[in-house]
């Protein structure tokens, strides 16, 4: 990044999700967080596994959110060009990227400023549906 920055927080607003978890924090103590490190952090955020007591509090904030939440994990994990990792996924259960349900397209990124002089990276998804329109 340029100015350098070691630590970078990424927003999401998809429904209930950043109410849970809060911003993504990347980190690179000492040095200089990348780009990579930017996608690296989102992803590995993103495949974290959901403990029970998530699964529970999900479940409490809406009437559909379990069914939602499972509908999303089959689709994941019964994707044709998964192949042989098909049961791998199966087996290691629900994620957070189930969470997003169908709002999981990536179109983008942007910066907002702070009056304090700090700035945070927002990141932006969008419905499966409406990727090719």
Known sequence: TSPAFDRILVRYDVGLINQIWGPIVVERPG??????????????????????????????LGQDNYRLLVDAYRRRTTQGQLGVLRDREWREGLRRVDCLVDVRWWWGAWVTHNSD?????????????????
């Open 117 to 133: 002089g700090t700035w945070q990276l927002h990141l932006g998804l969008m419905n499966s549906a409406r990727r090719n329109t």
């Open 31 to 60: 040095g200089r967080v990348t780009i990579r490190d930017l996608l690296e952090g989102i992803y590995t955020f993103f495949q974290a596994r959901l403990t029970h007591a998530e699964v529970e509090r999900i479940s409490s």
